[in-house]
């Protein structure tokens, strides 16, 4: 290296005895580095003073170090919850996040789409449910040049590009769960057609009644928004019932958060008089009084598992593609009063 030259990512592998790759998986906190490589390879980037020159990189790959987050989602949580699990993936690095609200049902969706990722010269892009759901768009995305890893409630796609909740089994569990409490009048709030998230979890209270040797009655079934409005509605028509449900499964806290005010409205004891679980285990449902039992969707989670992906292609096979959910038990479940 010449006396005034300024180092490069090719002097940064030969004192470090490692390949350029990796210097480079080390540049994008890539967590598949032991810690003894990892270690070298930054001392010899502080011995020797190397800096990454973004711009320089990005115009020999023609693209930009952005992550592009597309949404056309309701529950303002939920994105929140995946820009914090991405923004923590790509802290420290050359990396940065820039989302953007779309409307799927929008007959310029794609070539809107096309144009942002155009525009931003977009590293790759996360998909949230449900327009993560679109063939179409994953493959404009990859023909554009643009990784992208898509996120949902069951395997829409390759490991590589897919991160995933197991939404129908845990449903399922937490419904039979519900019966083995002594329930046997249990209510359904499917999320908003169209979703796949929202179908997954009404197929999960079918399987968990299913299992439990319970028949599903109509009049217990109800369909919302993925919104509290939905939840309060939702209250409305199932506590009219006679006789009515001993619990509810909502397919999102914010519904379920509408349903328990609705119930406690009406004068209700929570959970004695009906249980009360939702679906995603959102700040909402532990601030909530009586706090809301919930399935944990592990967002954050998969969120950074996605980041990790996007980040570093050639590693994302590595990455893990289903996540588990937990059911968290709180106080708005619990056995029917007798």
Not at 285 to 308: G, Y
Request: glycine share 6%.
């Amino acid at each position: 290296m010449a006396k005034d030259a300024k180092p490069t990512i090719n002097d940064v592998a030969r004192l470090a005895g490692v390949s350029k790759k990796t210097v480079s998986r080390v540049i994008n906190k890539s967590p598949l580095l032991n810690d003894a490589t990892r270690s070298k390879v930054e001392a010899v980037i502080a011995e020797i003073g190397y800096v990454p020159n973004p711009q320089a990189r990005a115009l020999a790959l023609r693209r930009n170090f952005l992550i592009g987050l597309i949404h056309d989602n309701p529950n303002a949580q939920m994105v929140l919850g995946v820009q914090e699990g991405i923004l923590e993936t790509i802290r420290d690095t050359e990396f940065a996040l820039v989302v953007r609200p779309v409307d799927r049902h929008s007959p310029q969706l794609l070539d809107d789409i096309r144009h942002f990722i155009e525009q931003q010269r977009l590293f790759g892009v996360m998909l949230l449910p449900p327009i993560s759901e679109n063939d179409e768009l994953a493959d404009m995305c990859r023909k554009l040049g643009c990784t992208v890893v898509r996120m949902g409630s069951a395997a829409l796609d390759k490991s590589e590009h897919l991160v995933a909740s197991n939404d129908r089994q845990a449903v399922a569990d937490a419904v039979f769960w519900l019966s083995e409490l002594g329930h046997r009048r249990i209510g359904f709030i499917a999320g908003p057609q169209g979703f796949r998230s929202a179908r997954e979890r009404e197929l999960g209270f079918a399987d968990g009644m299913a299992r439990a040797g319970l028949t599903i009655d109509p009049a217990l079934m109800e369909r919302g928004t993925y919104r509290f409005e939905s939840g309060l509605a939702a209250g409305d028509r199932l506590l009219a019932v006679d006789p009515p449900p001993t619990a509810i499964f909502s397919s999102n806290d914010e519904m379920a958060a509408g349903f328990l005010h609705r119930a406690l409205d009406k004068g209700l004891k929570v959970p004695g008089q009906i249980s009360i679980i939702g679906f995603d285990n959102t700040a909402t449902a532990a601030h909530i009084w009586p706090p809301l039992t919930t399935v944990q969707w592990p967002i954050k989670a998969m969120a950074r598992a996605a980041a990790h992906k996007l980040i570093d292609p050639l590693e994302a096979a590595s990455q893990p593609s289903i996540f588990l959910s937990d059911l968290i038990r709180r106080s708005s479940a619990d056995a029917p009063s007798a």
